[in-house]
């Protein structure tokens, strides 16, 4: 038996993308401890059988000695734990905690969920966060990435070896918890859009092509699920979203723990990022459940969506070709917004099945 160590910056992401690793793990005997920030779902991980430790991650800070406090902490506790095996998750828990693992002898697995706004520009953050990547690589001993182009782009600016660098299916999707689900077929076409709101994950965007096609449609809605960010400094303007909502331009569904149940009323799914995404879990669980995707031709999001084959691509930035795009959708008949919603699945169940990921996580700590 084990001791396994996941990290994360909060306890939900651990809940809701980990959960079926940390299944696997505990079935093999293992001890899972989780290190993450308490938000309320440390309690969920606690019930599965994990136990918890607290850390502090400020996800968005930049005072150098709250910075290197959490580095220490994380040093503090695996110099007591003594773990065998760390699996890191989320960009500040990879490189504090693969620092923080020096404390310890344990073989430390990173996840590079995509690059973020960070490396969006190209200016002195970046160059600061590519150092800190160097430095938290040397204490590595694999880095997943799940998208290819996050890989090269490590690998040109040797930020990380050739040897440690893997590639993985995005965080992979539980096909038996999203399944196909048809929308009703009511002459009402729907559009969702699921992501953090962040102004990166093109809010802005999709509620400019709502207003457009409402103009032009009178059998279009469209709605939005997802938490508002208030800490992050790219949260996009809380107050014009609730007018759009009053407006009856866009419906805000707030968040939830059950996206299925929501996703399965829902004729096409919406991502018009210009965020640095690993493979978005938005999409593969809507795809896993037969909708249509649109999202813009960018990193992470090209991955999953096939123009013209499971749905279509955009532009970034521009909610003209979004809405255009979205026309697309609207101008199918019911029964081709299916086919192209099951040629997602079919994807999904070849390349993006959780199991394969899980999988690839047990080669490695078993080797």
């Not at 007591?80 to 693992?101: D, H, M, Q, R, V």
Request: proline share 4%.
């Amino acid at each position: 038996m084990e001791k396994i160590v996941i990290s994360a910056n909060t306890s939900w992401y651990v809940f809701n993308f980990r959960k079926g690793t940390i299944s696997e793990l505990l079935k093999k005997g293992h001890e899972v401890i989780v290190i993450t920030p308490k938000d309320g779902y440390e309690n969920k991980l606690i019930s599965m059988g994990c136990r918890h430790i607290g850390i502090e991650i400020d996800r968005s800070g930049r005072n150098i000695f709250k910075e290197m406090k959490t580095i220490l902490n994380y040093g503090m506790i695996y110099l007591k734990e003594k773990p065998s095996i760390i699996l890191n998750f989320t960009p500040k828990a990879n490189i504090y905690s693969s620092i923080g693992a020096w404390a310890c002898k344990a073989k430390v697995i990173n996840n590079i969920s995509g690059l973020g706004a960070v490396f969006i520009k190209n200016n002195l953050l970046t160059k600061i966060v590519s150092l800190a990547y160097r430095i938290s690589n040397l204490a590595t001993n694999t880095i997943f990435f799940q998208n290819d182009e996050d890989l090269h782009f490590f690998l040109k600016h040797k930020i990380v070896p050739e040897y440690k660098a893997k590639n993985i299916p995005g965080s992979g999707v539980n096909l038996d918890e999203f399944f196909v689900k048809p929308s009703p077929d009511d002459n009402k076409v729907r559009f969702l859009l699921v992501a953090r709101l962040l102004k990166q994950k093109g809010v802005p965007e999709y509620i400019e092509a709502a207003t457009m096609l409402q103009k032009k449609y009178s059998n279009v809605e469209f709605a939005i699920l997802g938490p508002i960010d208030h800490n992050n400094p790219n949260s996009i303007d809380e107050k014009n979203l609730f007018e759009c909502n009053s407006q009856h331009i866009i419906n805000y569904l707030g968040t939830s723990d059950d996206v299925a149940s929501i996703v399965e009323h829902y004729d096409c799914v919406v991502l018009p990022s210009y965020y640095r995404e690993g493979v978005p879990r938005s999409l593969l669980e809507a795809a896993a459940m037969g909708k249509p995707l649109i999202a813009t031709d960018n990193v992470g999001c090209r991955d999953v969506v096939f123009d013209g084959v499971n749905g279509f691509l955009c532009e970034k930035k521009n909610p003209v070709s979004l809405a255009e795009a979205m026309e697309k959708v609207i101008n199918v008949n019911h029964q081709e917004r299916l086919s192209l919603g099951m040629a997602g699945r079919k994807i999904i169940e070849k390349i993006f099945d959780e199991k394969i990921v899980i999988n690839k996580y047990m080669q490695i700590i078993n080797g």
